[in-house]
């Protein structure tokens, strides 16, 4: 297990912070200091409060629990724009109640992702009916309108997903794959980005993959080699056929952070029953009737994902791990890769993962009071703080590793 020490180098800062009231120091005082938020970005799928968000539930107590264990954990959700079911009907985008559910987690302060952009799954079927350069147009043109629709609300984004197969996909026929078989996986690239960057160019950009081999490493030379500029890489994690493990994964990390971009771990999974067969190749080829959460493989999930936890956090590159799903009900593929059980209740997982992300990397509200002359510490992890003082509160970000040195004014 990664020591604790790896992860507060890159994560912690502390700080000398002045309070002062009416510009002189508040001296002896007893305060609370609570963490607010981390800068780390622990995220989730959101796509289970689309109904919620829009006062359209039909169980909306379920919602609210789902919810509140969300946010015990949480601060940054993926929204689904699968073209496919965003745009089944042409000219017909589900734009009002995705930009509801943005709108409502971005109030609750928390960051939204959208994903994807360009797809060869789950895409338009509607695109089969055009030739390659019209797909083009139209998929270019997709992009900027959601780009432009969401800025501000979304600005970070899986731009494309999946380029190092997306020319070969041979399941089933589709337009973007015609289409990148035709003008090949850089210039692809290359469209897609400069369609994005173009609509929102503060935008955080990611090119995102499962293929963690010299294939994906190539492809990103390529493009990095021809000009597109890239601000993260998306490395998907199912681990349906078992635990990567931290020499696995240290490994990629080195791989991939060689480039010196930012890493997101955009898709995590880690199941907590029966490990797929090795023999499987493509994932989505393992259909079966069942797949149950058991005692044993609860005990061995809560035990990985604490690992895999350390082991992200510790790299310095990484900026965001996201897990693909809440709950086993409606997991992909019906794996039982949630971190809360089909009827609601979290698993061990849940515990583990709550007790490092708020008690070992956070700070719980906390009783302390400054000294004589108005002067208090604060040790943390990076991210966004309060200090409260009878009804007074004062805001700071702990936003650099390292010292700091504050005064701050109780409003």
């Not at 469209?191 to 994906?216: G, K």
Request: contains cysteine.
């Amino acid at each position: 297990m990664t020591e604790t020490s790896d992860v507060r180098r890159h994560r912690a800062a502390n700080a000398e912070i002045t309070l002062t009231l009416d510009g002189e120091p508040l001296a002896g005082a007893e305060v609370e200091l609570r963490q607010v938020k981390h800068r780390f970005l622990f995220g989730c799928t959101g796509f289970e409060f689309l109904d919620y968000a829009s006062g359209t539930s039909a169980q909306p107590e379920r919602d609210e629990r789902t919810l509140e264990l969300w946010e015990g954990l949480f601060n940054f959700a993926t929204l689904p724009f699968y073209w496919g079911r965003f745009e089944p009907e042409r000219g017909k985008p589900d734009t009002d109640r995705l930009l509801t559910a943005a709108e409502w987690l971005t109030g609750r302060g928390h960051t939204v992702k959208g994903h994807p952009l360009a797809w060869h799954t789950v895409t338009a079927p509607w695109l089969l009916d055009l030739d390659n350069a019209a797909i083009a147009e139209v998929q270019t043109d997709r992009i900027r309108r959601e780009t432009s629709a969401f800025a501000g609300v979304i600005d970070t984004w899986d731009v494309i997903n999946e380029v190092v197969i997306m020319p070969i996909f041979d399941k089933y026929d589709n337009g973007i794959t015609r289409l990148c078989r035709d003008i090949g996986r850089i210039p692809m690239v290359r469209m897609v980005f400069d369609a994005a960057r173009e609509a929102n160019p503060n935008a955080v950009l990611l090119l995102n993959d499962f293929d963690m081999s010299a294939a994906f490493e190539c492809l990103i030379e390529g493009v990095l080699e021809a000009g597109v500029r890239i601000d993260a890489l998306g490395l998907q994690s199912h681990m349906h056929q078992g635990y990567w493990g931290e020499e696995k994964t240290l490994a990629i990390l080195d791989r991939f952070s060689r480039y010196g971009l930012p890493i997101h771990f955009t898709e995590t999974t880690i199941v907590s029953g029966e490990i797929m067969p090795p023999e499987i190749v493509d994932l989505n080829d393992h259909q079966v009737d069942s797949w149950p959460s058991t005692p044993e493989g609860e005990a061995r999930q809560a035990d990985e994902i604490e690992r895999h936890y350390r082991t992200l956090v510790s790299h310095p590159s990484v900026e965001a791990i996201t897990y693909w799903g809440m709950g086993d009900a409606g997991m992909w593929l019906n794996a039982p890769g949630g971190l809360v059980r089909a009827d609601g209740t979290p698993k061990p997982s849940y515990d583990r993962l709550h007790r490092l992300v708020n008690e070992e990397w956070g700070l719980p509200a906390t009783k302390t009071a400054t000294d004589a002359e108005g002067r208090l510490r604060c040790d943390g992890f990076l991210g966004d703080y309060a200090i409260t003082w009878r009804d007074r509160e004062v805001g700071f970000a702990l936003d650099a590793a390292g010292e700091q040195r504050l005064t701050l004014e109780l409003g």
